[in-house]
């Protein structure tokens, strides 16, 4: 089993920055793909940004592509996503996503993922 906690969620003006984390523990040796998903009230889940740690390649949505960047320690138990430029768009709950190796295109799926964290607030203020 893996479990994954996020944190970093918070209230923040328009054009602000936020920085997320995912804590992953447990039976992390078999993850090597993460993600982060968001949901905003009334819309469904939608896909924000994969990490590989494989390569260390990276996945992005169009909607947030020059402003977010995703990342992972080299100990494959923290991903990150930084969030720059925010705006009221971006107002959802994040989740954190992990599995086994994803490829591709996949990895925008949630479908694809079997492990998600519980997810953390990030609110943009116009």
């Known amino acids: 089993q893996v479990q994954l906690v996020e944190s970093g969620g918070g209230l923040v003006q328009t054009g602000g920055s936020l920085k997320l984390s995912c804590a992953a523990s447990g039976r992390t040796f078999s993850i090597y793909t993460m993600g982060w998903f968001r949901q905003a009230p009334g819309k469904e889940r939608e896909f924000v940004a994969a990490?590989?740690?494989?390569?260390?390649?990276?996945l992005y949505a169009d909607s947030i592509k020059g402003r977010f960047t995703i990342s992972g320690d080299n100990a494959k138990t923290t991903l990150y996503l930084q969030m720059n430029s925010l705006k009221p768009e971006d107002t959802a709950v994040y989740y954190c996503?992990?599995?086994?190796?994803?490829?591709?295109?996949?990895?925008?799926?949630?479908?694809?993922?079997?492990?998600w964290g519980q997810g953390t607030q990030v609110t943009v203020s116009s």
């Open positions: 990490f590989s740690w494989s390569g260390r390649s990276t």
């Open positions: 996503a992990a599995d086994r190796d994803i490829l591709g295109d996949s990895r925008g799926l949630s479908t694809a993922y079997h492990y």
